[in-house]
């Protein structure tokens, strides 16, 4: 018997390619959509029996808070995740939030319809193989490289970052020079051993690589409150 299924996934295409094969199958969807926002609404009001929920970044803050809402709200819907090859965190963030399942986004259709069963029928719905592959990386975690902020913060001293915050808010070289009540010419050499150890060739460019890597959020608590004030 076909399974009452509502599809949501944040690539439209997907959404409705995938519909289109379940109902060629026998199943029943309800709704295929891609909402920027309400997917939780469409799928409390339609009232499916399993949700397959598709995200490509299961691992990001918040992305499950649509599903957390459907089992609050209509605990009898099950829901299924359809996302990328997993990480163990973000296997853990869907079932947290209340998930059944979760099927890979390149499994077959008989993947799917075997985890819509499942799902429908209160089991877990997850391949052996996927929860063998987070288990291994929770237990053999791969080194992480360095913080590239962190990195360049060491790099450079009180006195550069001070002056890197300055060049990061727009001021030149005379600013720099009244707000730290140094020398002109001291200030332009700080500019310079600032854009040599980061290894750019200009203040913009040093501006933003500090904005990319975060430096400049982990420079300002080290400032000394005058600076900081400025």
Avoid: W
């Avoid at 947290?96 to 799902?119: F, M, N, P, Q």
């Amino acid at each position: 018997m076909g399974v009452r299924v509502v599809v949501v996934d944040e690539h439209r295409l997907l959404a409705e390619a995938l519909a289109s094969a379940l109902k060629l199958r026998g199943h029943r969807v309800l709704a295929a959509a891609a909402p920027a926002a309400g997917a939780a609404e469409l799928v409390i009001s339609r009232a499916p029996e399993v949700c397959l929920f598709g995200t490509a970044t299961p691992a990001e803050p918040g992305v499950f808070e649509p599903v957390v809402r459907i089992k609050r709200e209509r605990p009898q819907i099950a829901v299924v995740v359809l996302g990328p090859v997993p990480s163990p965190r973000g296997i853990a963030a869907a079932f947290a939030a209340g998930a059944s399942g979760y099927v890979r986004h390149d499994e077959r259709i008989e993947g799917v319809e075997r985890a819509l069963a499942k799902a429908r029928a209160g089991e877990v719905a997850i391949a052996p193989q996927l929860l063998q592959g987070a288990f291994a990386e929770l237990l053999n975690p791969a080194a992480q490289p360095d913080d590239e902020g962190s990195r360049l913060l060491r790099l450079l001293t009180p006195r550069e970052v001070e002056v890197l915050v300055r060049v990061a808010e727009g001021e030149d070289t005379r600013l720099i020079a009244a707000g730290m009540e140094i020398a002109p010419s001291t200030a332009r050499t700080h500019v310079q051993r600032v854009l040599m150890k980061l290894g750019v060739g200009s203040r913009l460019e040093a501006a933003a690589l500090a904005a990319r890597t975060g430096l400049l959020d982990r420079a300002l608590p080290t400032l000394p409150a005058a600076a900081a004030r400025d």
